[in-house]
């Protein structure tokens, strides 16, 4: 079972964007710098709202979870911007 923690930029952003590359970047490659503003940027909020799954120190799963703005979203609470997991383990 993979252990779920919060995502920090600081210590995982290197690691998120090897498994971007490795489970989409064939289908929708995305440069460094453009990865950086989707998941840092002011669409899906900074650290703490996205998190990883590790497996023996591994990253092997991210999620990215936008939060819609209360005033101007009444009654709505969030979404999925990014689901990730690494090839070899998907389907566990």
């Known amino acids: 079972m993979p252990d779920i923690r919060p995502y920090r930029t ?37 650290d703490g709202m996205h998190f990883v799954a590790l497996e023996h120190g591994r990253i092997v799963g991210f999620v990215a979870i936008g939060v819609y703005n209360p005033t101007s979203n009444p009654g709505r609470g969030g979404y999925i911007h990014a689901l990730l997991v690494a090839p070899d383990a998907q389907r566990r």
Do not use: Y
């Open 10 to 46: 600081t210590s995982a952003a290197a690691a998120v964007f090897a498994l971007w590359q490795e489970a989409l970047g064939e289908m929708w490659p995305l440069p460094a710098p453009m990865f950086e503003r989707v998941i840092q940027g002011s669409v899906t909020r900074p």
